[in-house]
């Protein structure tokens, strides 16, 4: 069904009441089989009744999909933003000092998140610009 909906290039609240309306009782059924199912056959210590159970702990934070159109039920977006991150990881190696790192993960910070908000050009004035004093000798500058 999601992928229906980004192919028809719903709006957030098309999208919104598109699940309203087809996958929150697609969800609704599920939850209550596997309530029931571990009602009826309660094995916890088992892979299957693990699985259950982590789908029932779970719940509560996947119904909130349901709450706002332009939350995804994908991390494929978290895990792009993180990847530039985990390859380079062998370069932050030289960082020199702890000081450094954080620095490093300072500047990658506001870099990443100006891309998402898509405003390099601010992320860009934002860092060439001098910082507090206390935070400029917090980083050793």
Same mark, same amino acid.
């Given at each position: 069904m999601e992928e229906e909906y980004t192919k028809d290039a719903l709006s957030f609240q098309e999208r919104?009441? /598109?699940?309203?309306?087809? $996958?929150?009782? !697609?969800?609704?059924?599920?939850?209550?089989?596997?309530?029931?199912?571990?009602?009826?056959?309660?094995?916890?210590?088992?892979?299957?009744?693990?699985?259950?159970?982590? /789908?029932?702990?779970?719940? $509560?934070?996947? !119904?909130?999909?349901?709450l706002d159109g332009r939350l995804e039920l994908s991390k494929n977006r978290a895990e792009r933003a993180v990847r530039p991150f985990a390859i380079g990881r062998k370069n932050w190696l030289f960082c020199n000092t702890p000081a450094g790192a954080d620095a490093s993960a300072a500047v990658y910070s506001i870099v990443e998140t100006a891309c998402v908000n898509e405003s390099p050009l601010h992320a860009a004035g934002f860092l060439l610009r001098p910082g507090p004093p206390q935070f400029v000798a917090y980083l050793g500058m």
């Open positions: 919104q009441d /598109a699940r309203l309306l087809r $996958s929150k009782p !697609v969800a609704e059924e599920f939850f209550a089989w596997a309530k029931a199912e571990e009602m009826t056959n309660p094995v916890p210590k088992t892979m299957y009744g693990a699985a259950l159970g982590y /789908a029932l702990n779970q719940k $509560s934070w996947l !119904v909130n999909v349901f």
